[in-house]
């Protein structure tokens, strides 16, 4: 199970999101094509990092939310939006904030 938005997350979320809700980032490795080490770090993000978001980071964005975890299936629900194909928290937690965000919830 994952525990902070994965590298592609993070630059969707760094797109639409203040990166100031950001409580971890990978950090910038300085090659042309914008890599970013595999595993991020909780340390305040320099000016090339790429914030990351944690599970408890991106439930701080989601108002007034139910969250059910079973087996094999993850459920985030608000009272206008749910959230029930992500097999991982914090891809449906990703998922909800993506959502509420282009539909101007947040």
Known sequence: MKSYTDIEQSKKLAEIMPLESAD???????????????FAICAPAMENDLPCWSLAALLKLIPNFNMYKRTIECRIETTNHLIDKAWDLVDA?????CWLKENNEI
Do not use: H, N, W
């Open 24 to 38: 971890m980032c990978y950090m910038y490795l300085g090659a042309k094509d914008k890599e970013y080490q595999d």
């Open 93 to 97: 937690a990703f998922e909800m904030v």
